[in-house]
């Protein structure tokens, strides 16, 4: 099991965005870097997640706090095509079609 603990340091302000901190129970430390793209109205919010270690990318669903929900995550080709319409979806693509954009 991993549990995630967020944490923030002026040193790490070279690179933009919120960092994370998995700590498993075998002791192993893997950080990663989340950036926000889309929140609901009902506060649930979907995150584009880099491990720092490994280089892998994915989408984390964090559930709004009266739903008792736990995040899951899910890599980006299943999360868009698994439902892929609503505005979280939207704005993942969005996002990375600012990375093609010229001018």
Known sequence: MTSWLP???AWWSF???FYMLALSRAGAV???QEREIYCSPNGDRWCLVRN????QV???HHPNAPSGGRP???GIGEFLT???HGPEHQELL???GTLVEIG
């Open 15 to 17: 690179l933009p965005g």
């Open 72 to 74: 899951s995550s899910l």
């Open 94 to 96: 969005r996002l990375i």
């Open 7 to 9: 944490i923030r340091s």
């Open 82 to 84: 698994q439902g892929g």
């Open 58 to 60: 994915f989408v984390r």
């Open 30 to 32: 893997a950080m990663s």
């Open 52 to 55: 720092l270690g490994s280089g």
